[in-house]
């Protein structure tokens, strides 16, 4: 079946450092692939997304493209602030079952942005 | 747009009481879905409503557990008998029946269960 598998946190960085998140991929056919953010006391939010190979997904300053050789979506960020963090879930929409397309989420990784 | 809302917030109960939770989807949005999250993992589907027909169900939504969507619009959660396990942060999803849909979450219902 589907499975999405990221990188273990907690990460910890210095404000204005780079962030990379690992996401790594299993799953039949050609899926869209998602990265959500969960603030502290909130639900997820859709960060960004991209639905076919080589597409890049971009908001808020965060990058992702989705690479089907090495089925990897990494999250990048060139400079994160404090404001960025929260827990970072890497999904994806795959394969059908009973008309609906499955979405599978990976564990999430928790960001700290110290100052 | 208001975006998914979800009511009540939070909610403690004793084990064997009944729950009961509602999601307000995005108003144009046939579609809906319920989510289970537990601590330090992700979203795990439970079910899913296109307009008021629930078409898929989990293996994890036990016989305890009962969703309605009785107009197509607002969704309803209920869970009888509430054990300890049951503990977990309930999320709610919506979004329209196209090709590349796009779900929306809510900001969930905190469930605990002493």
């Known amino acids: 079946g589907d499975s999405v598998t990221q990188m273990e946190g907690p990460v910890t960085l210095s404000e204005e450092a780079f962030l990379t998140i690992n996401c790594t991929y299993t799953?039949?056919?050609?899926?869209?692939l998602f990265w959500y953010v969960q603030y502290p006391g909130e639900g997820l939010q859709l960060l960004l997304k991209?639905?076919?190979?080589?597409d890049k997904g971009s908001n808020k300053g965060f990058e992702a493209t989705y690479r089907k050789e090495t089925t990897s979506f990494h999250l990048e960020k060139g400079s994160v602030q404090v404001s960025d963090s929260a827990v970072y879930f890497c999904?994806?929409?795959?394969?059908?079952?009973?008309?609906?397309?499955?979405?599978?989420f990976g564990t999430g990784t928790k960001l700290q942005v110290i100052p | 747009d208001t975006g998914v809302s979800q009511d009540p917030r939070h909610k403690i109960t004793k084990r064997g009481q009944n729950v009961t939770f509602r999601c307000d989807p995005i108003?144009?949005?046939?579609?809906l879905y319920w989510y289970r999250q537990t601590l330090g993992q992700g979203p795990e589907f439970l079910t899913y409503f296109q307009n008021e027909a629930q078409l898929e169900k989990s293996r994890l939504l036990s016989d305890r557990f009962s969703a309605e969507r009785p107009k197509g619009s607002f969704s309803t959660l209920e869970i009888q008998r509430t054990e300890q396990g049951d503990s977990a942060m309930y999320l709610c999803?919506?979004?329209?029946?196209?090709?590349?849909?796009?779900?929306?979450f809510g900001p969930g219902t905190r469930l605990l269960v002493l």
């Open positions: 108003s144009e949005h046939n579609r």
């Open positions: 999904a994806l929409r795959g394969s059908y079952s009973g008309g609906y397309q499955k979405v599978t």
């Open positions: 799953a039949t056919g050609y899926p869209s």
């Open positions: 991209a639905t076919k190979a080589d």
């Open positions: 999803a919506s979004s329209l029946r196209r090709k590349q849909e796009t779900q929306y």
